[in-house]
């Protein structure tokens, strides 16, 4: 099976502009999550989405945004960039449709913000 | 609230010693436990949870829910477990339907020969 897809892998965007990144889930994967990793704060949730529907967000601002699509796979949006959103944005999938825990990460897309 | 705090970032040790990365937690209800690592260029990924209580790689971890922790252990560390290790901790009181977790800062584990 192919593993959690992530794209693109690397990406350098100017303050005010916005960002759309996206996430292929395993295959057969409906869930699918969102966390910021940063060397000051290391990894924080963003959201998650399970069927088209997004069942638990982070703290963070509303710029940051996100959707699922009926194949599983998800966008997320960063509007009205800042430097302070420069990090390693990494999806995570999950074959589970109730609990959870067990997540299988891709290998993230790295935003720069200057 | 949820909170894991890994106090130490960095943790050097020699082939063939005790290893023990530190995981302490908070959180009111009956918390998930898990441990996930990321080796060197490659992506993160799970080394075990709580639930299981199962050993990988070597690794063992207890759920101690009186000190709140939830440590890493492995008798005997190999130089190939040189890797950043995270902990991380899921709230178990949503219906099912949750699958955020809560990371703490990681801790880089070095292992000399």
């Known amino acids: 099976k192919a593993g959690v897809t992530q794209t693109p892998r690397y990406l350098i965007k100017t303050r005010g502009q916005q960002v759309t990144l996206s996430c292929s889930p395993i295959?057969?994967?409906?869930?699918v999550s969102w966390y910021q990793q940063t060397p000051g704060q290391g990894l924080q949730f963003l959201f998650e989405?399970?069927?088209?529907?997004?069942?638990n967000k982070g703290n963070f601002p509303g710029r940051f945004s996100g959707r699922q699509f009926s194949n599983s796979r998800s966008e997320m949006n960063v509007s009205t960039l800042e430097l302070g959103d420069s990090a390693l944005y990494l999806c995570?999938?999950?074959?589970?449709?109730?609990?959870?825990?067990?997540?299988?990460f891709g290998e993230g897309s790295r935003l720069t913000v200057l | 609230a949820q909170r894991v705090t890994q106090p130490e970032k960095l943790l050097s040790v020699f082939k063939g010693a005790p290893v023990e990365l530190k995981c302490n937690y908070s959180?009111?209800?009956?918390?998930?436990l898990f441990w996930y690592v990321q080796y060197s260029r490659q992506r993160l990924q799970l080394l075990l949870r709580?639930?299981s209580r199962e050993s990988i790689k070597g690794f063992t971890a207890d759920l101690n829910k009186g000190e709140t922790s939830f440590h890493l252990k492995k008798p005997f560390a190999q130089e190939e477990d040189s890797a950043m290790y995270y902990c991380?901790?899921?709230?178990?009181?949503?219906?099912?339907?949750?699958?955020?977790?809560?990371f703490g800062k990681g801790t880089l584990l070095t292992v000399n020969p």
């Open positions: 995570a999938s999950s074959p589970r449709t109730s609990g959870g825990g067990e997540l299988f």
């Open positions: 295959s057969g994967h409906r869930s």
């Open positions: 989405y399970f069927s088209e529907t997004q069942r």
């Open positions: 959180y009111s209800g009956s918390p998930e």
């Open positions: 709580h639930i």
């Open positions: 991380a901790l899921r709230g178990a009181n949503s219906g099912g339907s949750n699958y955020k977790l809560t």
